[in-house]
Protein backbone atom coordinates (compact mmCIF):
# COMPACT_ATOMS: atom_id res chain seq x y z
CA UNK A 1 0.00 0.00 0.00
CA UNK A 2 1.18 3.55 -0.62
CA UNK A 3 1.73 5.77 2.29
CA UNK A 4 -0.25 9.08 2.45
CA UNK A 5 1.83 11.67 0.41
CA UNK A 6 3.73 14.05 3.05
CA UNK A 7 4.40 17.94 2.24
CA UNK A 8 7.16 19.36 4.31
CA UNK A 9 6.24 23.18 5.49
CA UNK A 10 8.21 25.80 7.26
CA UNK A 11 6.98 25.59 10.97
CA UNK A 12 8.29 28.85 11.95
CA UNK A 13 9.62 32.18 10.34
CA UNK A 14 7.85 34.51 7.73
CA UNK A 15 7.00 31.97 5.33
CA UNK A 16 4.66 29.91 7.96
CA UNK A 17 1.36 32.32 7.24
CA UNK A 18 1.37 32.84 3.30
CA UNK A 19 2.37 28.53 3.10
CA UNK A 20 -0.55 28.15 5.24
CA UNK A 21 -3.30 30.37 3.76
CA UNK A 22 -2.12 28.97 0.24
CA UNK A 23 -2.72 25.41 1.27
CA UNK A 24 -6.37 26.80 3.04
CA UNK A 25 -7.19 28.38 -0.20
CA UNK A 26 -6.22 25.20 -2.24
CA UNK A 27 -9.08 23.51 0.05
CA UNK A 28 -7.10 21.49 2.34
CA UNK A 29 -8.61 21.10 5.72
CA UNK A 30 -5.99 20.58 8.66
CA UNK A 31 -5.05 21.83 12.36
CA UNK A 32 -1.75 24.10 12.16
CA UNK A 33 -1.40 23.59 15.76
CA UNK A 34 1.31 25.66 17.62
CA UNK A 35 3.45 22.63 18.39
CA UNK A 36 2.30 20.06 16.11
CA UNK A 37 4.96 18.26 14.07
CA UNK A 38 2.48 16.76 11.82
CA UNK A 39 -1.17 17.54 10.66
CA UNK A 40 -3.30 15.20 8.76
CA UNK A 41 -5.11 16.67 5.92
CA UNK A 42 -8.80 15.79 6.36
CA UNK A 43 -10.19 15.91 2.57
CA UNK A 44 -7.07 14.86 0.66
CA UNK A 45 -4.54 11.68 1.12
CA UNK A 46 -1.91 13.93 2.47
CA UNK A 47 0.15 14.48 5.45
CA UNK A 48 1.67 17.95 6.35
CA UNK A 49 5.25 17.71 8.27
CA UNK A 50 5.87 21.26 10.02
CA UNK A 51 9.56 21.36 10.04
CA UNK A 52 12.64 24.51 10.11
CA UNK A 53 12.67 26.36 7.29
CA UNK A 54 15.96 25.22 6.25
CA UNK A 55 15.26 21.46 6.84
CA UNK A 56 12.97 21.39 4.03
CA UNK A 57 15.64 20.67 1.29
CA UNK A 58 17.08 17.51 3.45
CA UNK A 59 13.67 16.19 4.00
CA UNK A 60 12.88 16.05 0.43
CA UNK A 61 16.17 14.88 -0.38
CA UNK A 62 15.81 12.43 1.66
CA UNK A 63 12.50 11.59 0.80
CA UNK A 64 10.97 11.69 4.40
CA UNK A 65 8.64 13.84 2.33
CA UNK A 66 7.50 13.63 -1.35
CA UNK A 67 7.02 17.07 -1.14
CA UNK A 68 8.17 20.70 0.31
CA UNK A 69 7.69 24.27 0.68
CA UNK A 70 11.05 26.80 1.42
CA UNK A 71 12.64 29.81 -0.03
CA UNK A 72 14.86 29.36 -3.29
CA UNK A 73 17.53 31.08 -1.33
CA UNK A 74 18.11 28.06 0.69
CA UNK A 75 17.60 25.22 -1.97
CA UNK A 76 20.83 27.01 -4.04
CA UNK A 77 22.24 27.51 -0.35
CA UNK A 78 22.34 23.67 -0.29
CA UNK A 79 23.78 23.36 -3.59
CA UNK A 80 21.18 20.32 -3.81
CA UNK A 81 19.64 19.59 -6.96
CA UNK A 82 16.25 18.73 -6.00
CA UNK A 83 13.75 18.64 -8.56
CA UNK A 84 11.79 22.64 -8.55
CA UNK A 85 8.08 21.98 -9.48
CA UNK A 86 7.00 26.00 -10.05
CA UNK A 87 7.64 29.05 -7.70
CA UNK A 88 4.78 30.30 -5.55
CA UNK A 89 4.81 34.06 -5.93
CA UNK A 90 5.26 34.81 -1.99
CA UNK A 91 8.10 34.82 0.40
CA UNK A 92 10.29 37.19 -2.69
CA UNK A 93 13.59 38.85 -1.19
CA UNK A 94 16.97 39.24 -2.84
CA UNK A 95 20.09 38.50 -1.42
CA UNK A 96 21.68 41.54 -1.46
CA UNK A 97 25.61 42.90 -1.15
CA UNK A 98 25.27 46.09 1.23
CA UNK A 99 27.20 48.32 2.71
CA UNK A 100 27.63 51.03 5.36
CA UNK A 101 25.79 54.77 3.73
CA UNK A 102 28.81 56.67 4.28
CA UNK A 103 31.32 54.23 2.59
CA UNK A 104 33.17 54.52 -0.60
CA UNK A 105 31.85 51.30 -2.24
CA UNK A 106 30.08 51.67 -5.40
CA UNK A 107 29.90 48.17 -6.71
CA UNK A 108 30.88 44.66 -5.74
CA UNK A 109 34.48 45.49 -7.69
CA UNK A 110 35.18 47.67 -4.98
CA UNK A 111 35.15 45.28 -2.30
CA UNK A 112 38.16 43.73 -3.93
CA UNK A 113 40.89 42.30 -0.72
CA UNK A 114 38.10 43.13 1.93
CA UNK A 115 35.99 41.25 4.47
CA UNK A 116 31.65 40.27 3.89
CA UNK A 117 29.99 39.10 6.47
CA UNK A 118 27.17 36.77 5.54
CA UNK A 119 25.18 33.72 6.41
CA UNK A 120 24.51 32.85 2.78
CA UNK A 121 28.37 31.64 2.26
CA UNK A 122 27.70 29.29 -0.76
CA UNK A 123 25.60 31.71 -2.54
CA UNK A 124 28.26 34.18 -1.22
CA UNK A 125 31.56 33.03 -2.24
CA UNK A 126 29.93 31.97 -5.95
CA UNK A 127 28.77 35.52 -6.29
CA UNK A 128 32.56 36.72 -5.93
CA UNK A 129 34.52 34.07 -7.86
CA UNK A 130 32.08 34.26 -10.46
CA UNK A 131 33.12 37.66 -10.55
CA UNK A 132 36.69 37.22 -9.78
CA UNK A 133 36.64 39.62 -6.83
CA UNK A 134 38.73 38.12 -4.09
CA UNK A 135 36.80 38.76 -0.73
CA UNK A 136 37.27 37.42 2.69
CA UNK A 137 33.95 36.10 3.78
CA UNK A 138 33.27 36.32 7.02
CA UNK A 139 30.53 33.62 8.18
CA UNK A 140 27.75 34.88 10.24
CA UNK A 141 24.99 32.79 11.84
CA UNK A 142 22.79 35.88 12.01
CA UNK A 143 21.87 39.55 12.05
CA UNK A 144 24.64 39.94 9.32
CA UNK A 145 23.52 44.08 9.37
CA UNK A 146 25.25 44.67 12.51
CA UNK A 147 28.80 43.46 11.24
CA UNK A 148 30.04 46.27 9.51
CA UNK A 149 29.25 48.85 12.59
CA UNK A 150 31.27 46.07 15.09
CA UNK A 151 34.24 46.05 12.58
CA UNK A 152 33.74 42.31 11.28
CA UNK A 153 33.32 43.24 7.82
CA UNK A 154 33.19 46.17 5.12
CA UNK A 155 30.04 44.52 3.47
CA UNK A 156 27.54 42.76 4.32
CA UNK A 157 25.54 39.85 1.68
CA UNK A 158 22.05 39.35 3.07
CA UNK A 159 18.44 38.70 2.28
CA UNK A 160 16.68 42.10 1.61
CA UNK A 161 13.20 42.79 0.86
CA UNK A 162 11.43 45.69 1.83
CA UNK A 163 14.94 47.20 2.55
CA UNK A 164 14.17 48.54 6.07
CA UNK A 165 16.15 46.64 8.01
CA UNK A 166 18.74 48.00 6.24
CA UNK A 167 18.09 51.49 6.35
CA UNK A 168 17.77 51.39 10.30
CA UNK A 169 21.39 49.72 10.34
CA UNK A 170 22.66 52.40 8.19
CA UNK A 171 23.13 50.36 5.14
CA UNK A 172 22.92 50.55 1.50
CA UNK A 173 22.27 47.85 -1.47
CA UNK A 174 25.16 48.20 -4.08
CA UNK A 175 24.21 44.73 -5.86
CA UNK A 176 21.68 41.78 -6.07
CA UNK A 177 23.24 38.39 -5.48
CA UNK A 178 19.97 36.13 -5.96
CA UNK A 179 16.26 36.73 -6.63
CA UNK A 180 14.68 34.50 -4.27
CA UNK A 181 10.54 33.32 -3.32
CA UNK A 182 9.06 30.40 -2.08
CA UNK A 183 9.27 27.52 -4.28
CA UNK A 184 7.73 23.58 -4.03
CA UNK A 185 10.47 21.03 -4.06
CA UNK A 186 9.76 17.19 -4.70
CA UNK A 187 11.51 14.85 -4.11
CA UNK A 188 12.83 12.95 -7.10
CA UNK A 189 12.22 8.86 -6.65
CA UNK A 190 8.75 9.91 -5.86
CA UNK A 191 8.44 12.40 -8.70
CA UNK A 192 8.63 9.21 -10.80
CA UNK A 193 6.84 6.37 -8.89
CA UNK A 194 4.08 8.75 -7.67
CA UNK A 195 3.82 11.19 -10.28
CA UNK A 196 0.13 11.24 -10.51
CA UNK A 197 -0.55 12.53 -7.11
CA UNK A 198 2.79 15.11 -6.86
CA UNK A 199 0.65 16.49 -10.49
CA UNK A 200 -2.32 16.33 -8.63
CA UNK A 201 -0.85 18.38 -5.88
CA UNK A 202 0.75 20.87 -8.38
CA UNK A 203 -2.31 21.75 -10.54
CA UNK A 204 -4.25 22.42 -6.81
CA UNK A 205 -1.60 24.68 -5.78
CA UNK A 206 -1.16 26.24 -9.37
CA UNK A 207 -5.11 26.86 -10.11
CA UNK A 208 -4.95 28.52 -6.15
CA UNK A 209 -2.19 30.95 -7.36
CA UNK A 210 -3.55 31.30 -10.50
CA UNK A 211 -6.88 32.32 -9.17
CA UNK A 212 -5.43 35.08 -7.17
CA UNK A 213 -4.56 37.26 -9.92
CA UNK A 214 -7.27 37.20 -12.20
CA UNK A 215 -11.03 38.37 -11.92
CA UNK A 216 -14.23 37.38 -13.74
CA UNK A 217 -15.64 40.17 -15.79
CA UNK A 218 -19.59 40.24 -16.92
CA UNK A 219 -21.22 43.03 -18.33
CA UNK A 220 -24.17 43.94 -21.16
CA UNK A 221 -22.91 45.98 -24.42
CA UNK A 222 -24.39 46.82 -27.48
CA UNK A 223 -23.48 44.27 -30.36
CA UNK A 224 -22.79 47.38 -32.48
CA UNK A 225 -19.52 48.12 -29.60
CA UNK A 226 -18.22 44.46 -29.70
CA UNK A 227 -14.89 45.22 -31.45
CA UNK A 228 -14.06 47.91 -29.73
CA UNK A 229 -14.46 46.31 -26.04
CA UNK A 230 -13.26 42.82 -27.56
CA UNK A 231 -9.72 45.00 -27.71
CA UNK A 232 -10.00 46.13 -24.27
CA UNK A 233 -10.63 42.47 -23.08
CA UNK A 234 -7.55 39.96 -24.17
CA UNK A 235 -8.90 37.35 -21.62
CA UNK A 236 -7.48 34.06 -21.13
CA UNK A 237 -8.08 33.53 -24.77
CA UNK A 238 -11.00 35.38 -26.21
CA UNK A 239 -14.09 36.80 -24.35
CA UNK A 240 -17.47 34.79 -24.00
CA UNK A 241 -19.95 37.09 -26.12
CA UNK A 242 -23.72 35.64 -25.07
CA UNK A 243 -26.84 37.56 -27.14
CA UNK A 244 -29.46 38.95 -25.44
CA UNK A 245 -32.82 38.56 -25.35
CA UNK A 246 -32.96 42.55 -26.38
CA UNK A 247 -32.23 42.64 -29.97
CA UNK A 248 -28.81 44.48 -30.22
CA UNK A 249 -27.50 43.95 -26.98
CA UNK A 250 -25.23 40.74 -26.21
CA UNK A 251 -22.90 39.83 -22.53
CA UNK A 252 -19.71 39.77 -22.83
CA UNK A 253 -17.82 37.56 -19.98
CA UNK A 254 -13.91 37.61 -19.72
CA UNK A 255 -10.62 37.07 -17.45
CA UNK A 256 -8.86 39.84 -16.56
CA UNK A 257 -5.60 40.40 -14.75
CA UNK A 258 -6.96 41.39 -10.70
CA UNK A 259 -4.47 44.58 -10.76
CA UNK A 260 -5.92 45.56 -14.18
CA UNK A 261 -9.85 45.69 -12.85
CA UNK A 262 -9.81 49.09 -11.97
CA UNK A 263 -7.98 51.23 -14.61
CA UNK A 264 -10.00 49.06 -17.46
CA UNK A 265 -13.71 49.73 -16.07
CA UNK A 266 -13.61 53.69 -16.96
CA UNK A 267 -12.77 52.32 -20.23
CA UNK A 268 -15.76 49.70 -20.06
CA UNK A 269 -17.96 51.92 -19.37
CA UNK A 270 -16.59 54.93 -22.42
CA UNK A 271 -16.70 51.86 -24.83
CA UNK A 272 -20.63 51.03 -23.98
CA UNK A 273 -20.24 48.53 -21.55
CA UNK A 274 -23.31 48.31 -18.62
CA UNK A 275 -24.00 46.58 -15.68
CA UNK A 276 -20.52 45.35 -15.51
CA UNK A 277 -19.75 42.97 -12.53
CA UNK A 278 -16.69 41.95 -11.10
CA UNK A 279 -16.57 38.25 -9.69
CA UNK A 280 -13.79 36.34 -8.10
CA UNK A 281 -12.34 33.10 -9.49
CA UNK A 282 -11.82 29.86 -7.45
CA UNK A 283 -9.66 28.08 -9.13
CA UNK A 284 -7.82 28.37 -12.57
CA UNK A 285 -6.67 25.52 -14.64
CA UNK A 286 -5.15 26.66 -17.72
P1 LIG B 1 12.65 32.47 8.28
O1 LIG B 1 14.08 32.76 8.65
O2 LIG B 1 12.19 31.13 8.76
O3 LIG B 1 11.72 33.59 8.58
O4 LIG B 1 12.58 32.30 6.70
C1 LIG B 1 13.57 32.80 5.93
C2 LIG B 1 13.18 32.61 4.49
O5 LIG B 1 12.13 33.51 4.16
C3 LIG B 1 14.35 32.99 3.62
O6 LIG B 1 15.18 31.89 3.37
C4 LIG B 1 13.69 33.53 2.39
O7 LIG B 1 13.41 32.48 1.48
C5 LIG B 1 12.36 34.09 2.90
N1 LIG B 1 12.35 35.57 3.03
C6 LIG B 1 11.48 36.39 2.41
N2 LIG B 1 11.74 37.67 2.69
C7 LIG B 1 12.79 37.69 3.52
C8 LIG B 1 13.53 38.73 4.19
N3 LIG B 1 13.24 40.02 4.04
N4 LIG B 1 14.53 38.37 5.00
C9 LIG B 1 14.82 37.08 5.21
N5 LIG B 1 14.16 36.06 4.60
C10 LIG B 1 13.17 36.34 3.76
Known amino acids: ?23 RDAGLMFEAGERALVARVQNFDLDILFVRTNDVVEFVNDGVAELGVTGLDLVAES ?6 LRTLGYGKCRL ?11 AAEDLAGLRVATSHIFLTKRFFEGRSIPVDVIPVSGAAEVAPRLGLAEAIVDLVSTGSTLVVNGLKPIEEVFASEAVLLAN ?3 LRD ?23 LMMNAPKAKLAELEDLLPGLESPSIIPLAHEGMCAIHSVVDADQVWSLLPRLKAAGASGILILPIEKLVS
Open 79 to 84: GSDVPQ
Open 1 to 23: MTRRLRLAIPNKGRLVEPTVALL
Open 96 to 106: TVAVPNDSPFR
Open 188 to 190: KTA
Open 194 to 216: RSDDIETIRTMLGATLAARDRKY
